[in-house]
């Protein structure tokens, strides 16, 4: 009868893997996402761009009410005169001294009325584009923070997995040297191992240059973001009813906001295109004064003379003819009415799609995380049974390493489910227009503390 020898124990794979990950648990000096959010907030370029870009804007906007305030201006005036006459005989000089306060004030245009409504929309336009930025940089930091969470993980199960089969690699050379397996068991260990070492070298490098992305977005040197809780109750989605969150976006979606911005601007461009055929009438006032100190060519002497004039009035203007401009830049803005409208009819369908896929997307991922958490059991099962059966002679070596693989794969796979399960849900919320700031609240309750 053949007798099985029992083969040493091998290293508990919790064990293994718990020491590593200690060695990549969050620092004191950590900071969460909505820490790393202000800061980002604080330092990047793209955003502080679209923040100035958003206040030259609003200063723009202003400059169209000055079509329909009234305008005032002040000269003043010197000059010095040489009168000379034959008959009788005078030759002098004398000063001459002006100023005039003149104002406007616009009645009737129709055009300057037109540009003001302009104005008003132009700032509704600029509040969207700064809106938009602003959930771009919320979905940009929260990406590079759960890139480097993603980065930490998977070095940290390649090195649990590397000291796993470093402890198979020993037990084979083991049982090798006092006859119970073959040089195939050790061969196939090494390769493996061999294997999992250039897989740590990638590892590395790759959270090596995800913070270097976080560090850069955030204005810090050295950003350590916390880790997840795990395990972790995902939050759900509400409202589970994507033509809810559909019919939020083609109210409050930037860019559907922005295209019906436009869409009023090109209906106002209509009215100021139509005003060329209509009259203006505007209030006008003034008043002036020229003095004389040593008098004038007519009073001789040193005779202070001075004159004041007041003078209010309508001016009316009415256009008559301008070659056909007119009529023309009508038809022009009527064609760029309707591409505006076309526009906004294509943002909302872009929105639309864009919502209906994220929000698809988001429940696949939640569908993923479920079933992974499944596989990670069965996983660590298969690797149990099979190290056992390893112990006693039924299972080969590759058999123990190959399951030791498929559970630090299905781990990682787990860790990227959730965070993008997490970040999916902002994309969402960015899809349909709706993320805020306040959003990330409930993604820092599920991180370490």
């Known amino acids: 009868m053949k007798t099985l020898f029992k083969k040493p124990a091998l290293l508990p794979l919790s064990l293994a893997l718990g020491t590593v990950l200690a060695a990549f648990a969050p620092a004191a000096q950590a900071q969460n996402l909505v820490e790393l959010y202000r800061s980002a907030r604080e330092y990047d370029a793209a955003y502080q761009s679209a923040r100035s870009l958003y206040e030259a804007n609003l200063a723009k906007a202003e400059q169209a009410k000055a079509g329909i305030l009234p305008t005032a201006g002040l000269s003043l005036g010197a000059s010095r005169t040489n009168f000379e006459n034959n008959n009788p005989v005078a030759d002098r000089s004398f000063p ?80 090798f040297e006092v006859g119970t397996s073959t040089i195939t068991d050790s061969r196939e260990a090494q390769a493996r191992f061999d294997l999992v070492t250039a897989q740590e070298i990638a590892a590395e490098n790759d959270l090596r240059v995800k913070k270097i992305a976080l560090d850069q977005l955030v204005g810090r040197t050295d950003a350590q973001p916390k880790g ?50 209509k009259p203006t009438l505007d209030l006008t006032a ?16 040193p005779l202070d003379y001075r004159t004041n004039s007041t003078t209010v009035g309508l001016a009316l203007n009415l256009p008559l003819f301008a070659g056909f401009a007119t009529q023309n830049r009508i038809r022009e ?36 995380v479920k079933a992974l ?69 409930l993604i820092n309750s599920l991180l370490t503390q």
């Open 333 to 368: 803005t009527l064609s760029l009415e309707e591409k505006a409208r076309t526009d906004l009819e294509g943002a909302k369908r872009g929105v639309a799609l864009s919502t209906r896929t994220a929000y698809f997307g988001v429940l696949s991922g939640q569908g993923q």
């Open 96 to 175: 001459t001294q002006t100023g005039s306060l003149n104002a406007s004030q616009p009645l009737y245009r129709p055009g300057n009325w037109a540009t003001y409504e302009q104005g008003k929309q132009q700032v509704v336009l600029s509040r969207a584009q700064l809106e938009v930025a602003e959930q771009d940089l919320i979905v940009r930091t929260s990406q590079a923070y759960f890139d480097v969470l993603a980065a930490q993980d998977t070095l940290a199960f390649v090195r649990a997995q590397k000291a796993a089969v470093g402890e198979q690699l020993a037990s084979a050379k083991r049982n």
């Open 373 to 441: 958490e499944a596989a990670e059991a069965s996983s660590q099962s298969a690797l149990d049974a099979n190290k056992l059966g390893y112990q006693v002679g039924v299972r080969i070596n590759i058999d123990v390493l190959n399951a030791q693989s498929q559970l630090f794969q299905t781990k990682r796979d787990l860790a990227q489910a959730r965070y993008n399960v997490l970040i999916g849900g902002l994309k969402l919320r960015q899809a349909n227009g709706t993320l805020t700031p306040e959003d990330l609240l």
């Open 286 to 301: 003034s008043y002036g004064v020229q003095r004389n100190p040593q008098g004038s060519a007519i009073t001789a002497g």
């Open 228 to 277: 997840l809780l795990v395990p972790v109750e995902l939050p759900p989605l509400v409202p589970a009813d994507v033509n809810t969150w559909v019919r939020q976006s083609e109210d409050m979606h930037p860019t559907v906001r922005q295209a019906q911005a436009n869409l009023e601007v090109a209906k106002l461009e209509i009215d100021k295109a139509e005003a060329g055929h």
